[in-house]
T-cell receptor, first 111, second 114 residues
């Protein structure tokens, strides 16, 4: 079963705008990751945040983690057409190496 | 490095036929994962290996599915007999012990069972 749930399911924005998507999960985690999937392709790892971290940055990406609310957010700043993709959160646990993926947020960036 | 390589890219078969999906992980990676992606169920972990040994196959749907990893550079996922509900995209992913949390995915195999 899917551990993470992304919100919204779909997002359409204008190029240059920021895109924010959220992920909620149910049980305690060791880490939370975000992946991107372009149409017809495999998933690509974007960023990982550990349970003892609150915020992380990578280029135009900013991820936050609130373990008390069991939620995370991914912010893409100054979006580009190339950011059009589906974004998935995945939760990892201390006692095994399985990742549980959410259903994803489909982001469309309009030129 | 060429990344994780999966074959075939597309597979169309008839119900009842045997299907074999193949995966070559990134060299040096000692974890290998098989995932299935459908619109209804999203991404589901089927099985994963560590050093060629199956660690957790609790996600394998039923006995019709089997996976092997005869060596560090090759894995197969077999469905016999195939059914229309097996239609999905099957992904292979690999990682290494140092960065095991970060998965590298192949491009997937689009399976259609008619």
């Amino acid at each position: 079963s899917q551990q993470g749930e992304e919100d919204p399911q779909a997002l359409s924005i204008q190029e240059g705008e920021n895109a924010t998507m959220n992920c909620s999960y149910k049980t305690s985690i060791n880490n939370l990751q975000w992946y991107r999937q372009n149409s017809g392709r495999g998933l690509v790892h974007l960023i990982l945040i550990r349970s003892n971290e609150r915020e992380k940055h990578s280029g135009r990406l900013r991820v936050t983690l609130d373990t008390s609310k069991k939620s995370s957010s991914l912010l893409i700043t100054a979006s580009r057409a190339a950011d059009t993709a589906s974004y998935f959160c995945a939760t990892g646990y201390s006692n095994d190496y399985k990742l549980s993926f959410g259903a994803g947020t489909t982001v469309t960036v309009r030129a | 490095d060429a990344g994780v390589i999966q074959s075939p890219r597309h597979e169309v078969t008839e119900m009842g036929q045997e299907v074999t999906l193949r995966c070559k992980p990134i060299s040096g990676h000692d974890y290998l994962f098989w995932y299935r992606q459908t619109m209804m169920r999203g991404l589901e972990l089927l099985i994963y290996f560590n050093n060629n040994v199956p660690i957790d196959d609790s996600g394998m749907p039923e006995d019709r599915f089997s996976a092997k990893m005869p060596n560090a550079s090759f894995s197969t996922l077999k469905i016999q007999p195939s059914e229309p509900r097996d239609s999905a995209v099957y992904f292979c992913a690999s990682s290494n012990s140092l960065g095991r949390e970060k998965l590298f995915f192949g491009s997937g195999t689009q399976l259609s069972v008619l």
